[in-house]
């Protein structure tokens, strides 16, 4: 089903990815890209359960925009395990305005396909998702 807005349908193949990675802890991230040409959010790049933060903020590509979400797992305070499923809007200072205007207005509707974000951030560049801020947004 389209979005009214942005007329950007999203594939299926989201919402699987995203509920393995949420319910099975499949994949550690999932990047996702929308495809202009069919007007669809697709599934661009799953992460393994193994791979790093490092591993995925090194595939969000430098000067395009793109959705991710990332299964963060840390420790708290009083030591207990935690996960934190955060939901990342990357869009680059350098990418194009008309592909931050597209991602922008398809944001609000792809999100809540994804039922289980915990956390959302907006990045324009690395330093807006440092693993310091992902820790500090997570506790």
Do not use: H
Not at 21 to 41: C, G, S, T
Not at 55 to 80: G, I, K, M, S
Not at 111 to 132: F, H, N, W, Y
Request: proline fraction near 3%; charged fraction near 30%; charge should be negative.
């Amino acid at each position: 089903m389209a979005n009214s807005a942005s007329g950007m349908a999203v594939n299926d193949d989201c919402k699987l990815k995203f509920l393995e990675l949420k319910a099975k802890r499949n994949y550690r991230f999932i990047v996702f890209k929308i495809d202009e040409k069919i007007q669809q959010v697709m599934v661009e790049r799953l992460g393994n359960p193994e791979e790093s933060y490092e591993d995925f903020t090194a595939c969000l590509p430098a000067n395009e925009c793109r959705y991710a979400v990332f299964d963060f797992d840390f420790t708290t305070d009083e030591n207990c395990q935690k996960s934190k499923i955060f939901f990342i809007a990357w869009s680059p200072d350098t990418s194009k305005v008309r592909s931050k205007m597209l991602y922008a207005s398809s944001k609000d509707r792809f999100k809540r396909e994804l039922d289980g974000i915990q956390v959302e951030l907006q990045a324009t560049d690395p330093s807006e998702m440092s693993m310091d801020i992902i820790k500090g947004r997570a506790i």
